[in-house]
């Protein structure tokens, strides 16, 4: 069999507070949702927003790391992977699923004084750093480069 890739990437912003918990072994776990938009234009030249919305899960440092800077409206980067979970509904008997996408790697990109206030916090899941980056005011490259209609040559 060849090579398969399982790759997310994601930016977007945080639709409400996460929930931390921990397993019946210690681990932390946080669960939160993600919503990303796209910006279309309909038939008549109108142009209009689709957003999606995606369940992200992260474990261990990852978790407490969301849990110590993350909120509702936080802006962040993800990468991570996607995984289905499935279980039989204890009152009908049915079978349900979940699709969640396990975080690898998170960048809190939400300056202190915006919604969110993540600081300039990166967290990379393979390695056990967490690097504090300078709280010196910098430019939200994120708010920068987003493009406007006029941008748009059709």
């Not at 969301?66 to 979970?85: A, C, F, H, N, W």
């Not at 998170?106 to 916090?121: I, K, M, T």
């Amino acid at each position: 069999m060849g090579k398969s890739v399982n790759k997310v990437i994601l930016l977007g912003n945080v639709g409400k507070d996460p929930e931390i918990r921990a397993t019946a072994g210690g681990t932390m776990v946080a669960n939160f949702s993600l919503a990303t938009t796209d910006r279309v234009k309909d038939q008549g030249g109108n142009w209009s927003d689709r957003t999606e919305w995606h369940n992200l899960v992260a474990f261990q440092r990852t978790a407490e790391i969301i849990r110590d800077y993350v909120k509702k409206g936080s802006k962040l980067y993800v990468e991570g992977k996607i995984q289905t979970r499935s279980w039989d509904d204890k009152q009908t008997g049915e079978k349900k699923y979940r699709t969640e996408i396990i975080i690898n790697d998170l960048s809190l990109l939400s300056g202190r004084g915006e919604e969110g206030g993540g600081g300039g916090y990166t967290r990379a899941a393979s390695t056990s750093s967490f690097d504090q980056r300078s709280s010196a005011p910098t430019e939200d490259y994120g708010q920068s480069a987003e493009i406007t209609d006029d941008d748009i040559p059709f």
